[in-house]
């Protein structure tokens, strides 16, 4: 017996007991993958990768990348809310060591994405798939313009 016939009867047979009720999808069609546009070589690859749940190493950096910004942004609003209230209630001498750690927390954070951005550029399959990279010098420029924006109304002295 041929196994295309083997597996057609098991299938059957499956059916037939039911083994194939209440799965997620029942009576709709599969879903298309990309995997059937690739041609030799990166076909079975991406079958590899699909199979095991994985995705190649750019796919991943770049996962890491969505991440490392949404982390640089919130790092950002945490600095401007510590700016906002200092200006506030006039509290710069208690905040400036928080608004100055904030600063720090944001330019190692901003020079790692940096650094994840550059290399993922290096590897992305393509000029297409390429990022832009975070500009650190011009967004710290812009914490340090927030905090002498906050501080002047008041004639404080805050060196960022």
């Known amino acids: 017996m041929r196994f295309e016939r083997l597996v057609e009867r098991r299938i059957l047979g499956a059916m037939e007991e039911g083994a194939f009720k209440g799965l997620a999808g029942e009576g709709r069609p599969l879903p298309p993958r990309d995997a059937g546009r690739l041609a030799g070589d990166l076909r079975l690859a991406h079958h590899v990768l699909a199979n095991a ?3 190649p190493e ?3 950096l770049a996962r890491d990348i969505e991440r490392d910004a949404a982390r640089l942004d919130d790092i950002e609003r945490e600095h401007a809310a510590l700016v906002r209230r200092a200006a506030g209630d006039g509290g710069w001498r208690a905040l400036a060591p928080r608004i ?3 600063r720090r927390a944001f330019a190692e954070a901003a020079r ?3 650094a994840r951005q550059d290399r993922y550029n290096l590897e ?3 000029i297409l798939a390429e990022r832009p990279g ?3 010098e011009e967004r710290l420029r812009r914490l340090d313009a927030r905090v002498r924006a906050a501080a002047s109304p008041r004639g404080q002295s805050v060196v960022p």
Do not use: D, Q
């Open 134 to 136: 975070v500009w650190v």
């Open 100 to 102: 100055a750690e904030r």
């Open 53 to 55: 749940n994985a995705l």
């Open 58 to 60: 750019w796919l991943e």
């Open 112 to 114: 790692a994405l940096r």
């Open 124 to 126: 992305a399959p393509g």
